[in-house]
T-cell receptor, first 110, second 112 residues
Framework: RKEVEQDPGPFNVPEGATVAFNCTYS??????FFWYRQDCRKEPKLLMS???SGNEDGRFTAQLNRASQYISLLIRDSKLSDSATYLC???????????FGKGTLLTVNP | GAGVSQSPSNKVTEKGKDVELRCDPI?????LYWYRQSLGQGLEFLIY????????KSGLPSDRFSAERTGGSVSTLTIQRTQQEDSAVYLC??????????FGPGTRLTVL
């Protein structure tokens, strides 16, 4: 099983749609979880951290299920500017070494 | 303030040549990381520097790869005798201790 696994997509959705991304991780000792966003030919940028209680930032909601080793990201009312690759990122045991999923490509269409 | 900067932004080299990639972290960030992103692949951890501690080199793919960090600031990643499979985007990130990592724009390396 890969350390961090994501559906590669691509996801093509119309503006205003709700879209959900899922991610699983293999190391049960993982402590920190993040979603990063990467635009085409750009560097990854932190979108949000993911907490056990779930957290929301505007149109974005992240959830963590430790029992199932599963992380999700929900984007509501999607905008054209949300088009990007979304990277699931896990701190796999050490306190600094991040493991990245391969990313899920999202295209929001007008 | 200024973010992480990397140079060059693009590097084309011939197989067998050595290359040096440079990273300037955010001022005051004690931790510095190098990653590699190959086409269609996720980011791959290469090496981690934290203050004056010995670096974690566990991600370096071969002994052709080395990195140093001078004065706790600027870092150089060196690839000796480059191979075509070294072609990738090399990303540097920095953080305050083990806090959020901020990435530079990367160096796109092409080995012909």
């Amino acid at each position: 099983r890969k350390e961090v696994e994501q559906d590669p997509g691509p996801f093509n959705v119309p503006e205003g749609a709700t879209v959900a991304f899922n991610c699983t991780y293999s190391n049960s000792a993982s402590q920190s979880f993040f979603w990063y966003r990467q635009d085409c030919r750009k560097e990854p940028k932190l979108l949000m951290s993911v907490y056990s209680s779930g957290n929301e930032d505007g149109r974005f909601t992240a959830q963590l299920n430790r029992a199932s080793q599963y992380i999700s990201l929900l984007i509501r009312d999607s905008k054209l500017s949300d088009s990007a690759t979304y990277l699931c990122v896990v701190n796999t045991g050490s306190n600094y070494k991040l493991t990245f999923g391969k990313g899920t490509l999202l295209t929001v269409n007008p | 303030g200024a973010g992480v900067s990397q140079s060059p932004s693009n590097k084309v080299t011939e197989k067998g040549k050595d290359v040096e990639l440079r990273c300037d972290p955010i001022s005051g960030h004690t931790a510095l990381y190098w990653y590699r992103q190959s086409l269609g692949q996720g980011l791959e951890f290469l090496i981690y520097f934290q203050g004056n501690s010995a670096p974690d080199k566990s991600g370096l793919p071969s002994d052709r790869f080395s990195a140093e960090r001078t004065g706790g600031s600027v870092s150089t990643l060196t690839i000796q005798r480059t191979q075509q499979e070294d072609s990738a985007v090399y990303l540097c990130a920095s953080s305050l201790s083990t806090d959020t990592q901020y990435f530079g724009p990367g160096t796109r390396l092409t080995v012909l």
